[in-house]
């Protein structure tokens, strides 16, 4: 099982991972009209790793977010991708949006199951 990166970019992993895009090329100049929807599919989505730890924000000075994942089973995201996305016109992947529009903007509830839990703990 694969998840499909949502809003991940390589500076939220100290520059780690090269196979992501950087969080400062990827803001466009359309915003969905139904991006709060969108949004807020991300944010109930089910809790795919609960991390304990804050990171700095990437363009708040002294501020910190959270670094949990979330998942519907197909996508992944970070709870600080939320924020960013939130606050700057990020692009989020146009199979995603289809995805959310189709669901109703309702996250379903995956199976847990270890495939998916071992399909998450990639993105940690």
Same mark, same amino acid.
């Given at each position: 099982m694969e998840l499909k990166p949502v809003a991940l970019y390589r500076e /939220?992993?100290?520059g780690e991972r090269e196979d992501l895009p950087s969080i400062h090329n990827a803001s466009g100049r359309i915003v969905e009209p139904d991006r709060a929807q969108i949004l807020e599919y991300m944010r109930t989505a089910k809790?795919?790793? !609960? #991390? /304990?730890e804050? #990171?700095?924000d990437l363009f708040t000075p002294g501020e910190h977010v959270n670094t949990s994942l979330q998942t519907d089973g197909t *996508?992944? *995201?970070? #709870? !600080?991708? #939320?924020?960013y996305a939130t606050i700057r016109p990020l692009v989020l992947p146009a199979l995603f949006i289809e995805d959310v529009r189709a669901r109703g903007y309702v996250p379903p509830a995956p199976e847990w199951t270890e495939e998916l839990s071992a399909a998450v703990?990639? *993105?940690w």
């Open positions: /939220m992993y100290g809790s795919g790793l !609960d #991390v /304990m804050a #990171v700095p *996508w992944i *995201w970070r #709870v !600080d991708s #939320v924020r703990q990639r *993105w």
